[in-house]
């Protein structure tokens, strides 16, 4: 799979609508989070979503995690 850059434009409307719409997407709101909300049970490799409040990998490409269920 190419890997994916999003544009300027493209993170400040990201930005914009998880104000709006106070998204939850990341490990920490996610009912596959370990008690000590440090890992994920599924095994799935969280860095990202997990230490920051970024949603961007370090290239720029958007990281979502499809397994993502709301607690
Ligand atoms: S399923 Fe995805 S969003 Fe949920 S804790 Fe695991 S890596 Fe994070």
Avoid: W
């Avoid at 719409?21 to 996610?30: E, G, H, I, S």
């Avoid at 008690?35 to 860095?47: S, V």
């Amino acid at each position: 799979m190419k890997p994916y850059a999003a544009t300027p434009e493209q993170v400040a409307r990201f930005r914009a609508e998880r104000e709006t719409f106070a998204l939850a997407y990341r490990c920490p709101d996610c009912l596959h989070v370990t008690l000590d909300g440090r890992h994920c049970i599924l095994e799935y490799p969280n860095r990202t979503l997990m230490s920051s409040e970024a949603y961007l990998e370090e290239g720029g490409q958007f990281v979502f995690c499809k397994y993502f269920e709301p607690a």
